[in-house]
């Protein structure tokens, strides 16, 4: 389980971005404290979908220190967490979070790598954590399209996905917010740069000719712009020069 993630990593929600304004509007629900549905962001890889769901949990957390604060992160992908996955691990660390939030939040990246077992396991334990007094919710993302009944079926149990009252496709950005996107992101960074000489270097490394956008493939060159305007003032001091003696 991931304690905490990056902080540079962390994408305000005001700060990420969406296809859809339906789908914008449906997820801001999420931010309110009185909110405690469950949540299945699905759609293809790079569309943003954890970063949307750990933006929630910074917004009514306020932290990116997540055990303290009732929050518990898991990625599914991850084989090592994903050994630890059963009802125990669930009910552990619901004693815990419930120490420090009266709803725990569960993250649960690439929610599909789990076993047909461990849906079980999360399937009771979803009922459990929502009966009585306890209240929790559950965040989740996949990269399978539920709208394929075939790829639906075969990655996921029906009881466990009736347990997502709300279920949202992600989509991938159109290329005329590629600017903006990436304006965004250098701004996050605290770097400047130019419109022209910005979409210039866009233009090399983006296929603007597609119809979508893979925001991680802006990530990747906005990462890059951000190295090179960083390289002077963290290179080291220039070493003497040699002096023959
Ligand atoms: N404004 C933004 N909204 C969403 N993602 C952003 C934004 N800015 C940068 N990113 C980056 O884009 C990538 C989105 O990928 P990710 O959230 O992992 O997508 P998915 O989970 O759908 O595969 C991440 O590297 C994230 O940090
Ligand atoms: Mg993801």
């Given at each position: 389980m991931t304690k905490q993630w990056e902080c540079?990593?962390?994408?305000?929600?005001?700060?990420c971005v969406f296809a859809d304004n339906y789908v914008e509007?449906?997820?801001?629900?999420?931010?309110?404290?009185?909110?405690?549905?469950?949540?299945?962001?699905?759609?293809?890889?790079?569309?943003?979908?954890?970063?949307?769901?750990?933006?929630?949990?910074f917004e009514r957390y306020g932290t990116t220190d997540l055990q303290e604060h009732g929050v518990t992160v898991f990625n599914c992908k991850d084989k090592e967490q994903a050994k630890r996955f059963n009802s125990k691990f669930l009910r552990n660390s619901l004693d815990f979070a419930c120490l420090h939030s009266d709803c725990p939040l569960y993250i649960i990246d690439?929610?599909?790598?789990?076993?047909?077992?461990?849906?079980?396991?999360?399937?009771?334990?979803?009922?459990f954590s929502n009966s009585g007094q306890l209240r929790s919710m559950v965040l989740a993302t996949t990269n399978v399209d539920l709208h394929?009944?075939?790829?639906?079926?075969?990655?996921?149990?029906s009881a466990?996905?009736?347990?997502?009252?709300?279920?949202?496709?992600?989509?991938?950005?159109?290329?005329?917010?590629?600017?903006?996107?990436?304006?965004?992101?250098?701004h996050r960074a605290g770097?400047?740069?130019?419109?022209?000489?910005?979409?210039?270097?866009?233009?090399?490394?983006?296929d603007l000719t597609s119809k979508t956008l893979d925001i991680r493939t802006v990530q990747t060159v906005v990462n890059k712009l951000i190295r090179r305007r960083k390289v002077p003032?963290?290179?080291?001091?220039?070493?003497?020069?040699?002096?023959?003696?």
């Open positions: 540079d990593e962390q994408v305000l929600f005001d700060e509007q449906e997820v801001r629900d999420f931010l309110s404290p009185d909110t405690t549905d469950n949540l299945l962001l699905w759609g293809l890889p790079g569309t943003g979908k954890s970063t949307v769901v750990k933006a929630i949990a690439e929610l599909d790598e789990l076993s047909d077992a461990q849906q079980r396991e999360l399937t009771a334990f979803i009922d394929d009944q075939t790829a639906r079926e075969k990655a996921f149990s466990l996905l009736s347990r997502f009252n709300t279920k949202l496709e992600m989509r991938q950005q159109p290329p005329n917010r590629l600017l903006a996107l990436a304006q965004k992101m250098l770097v400047a740069y130019e419109d022209e000489a910005l979409l210039e270097v866009l233009n090399m490394h983006c003032s963290e290179n080291p001091p220039p070493k003497p020069s040699l002096r023959l003696v």
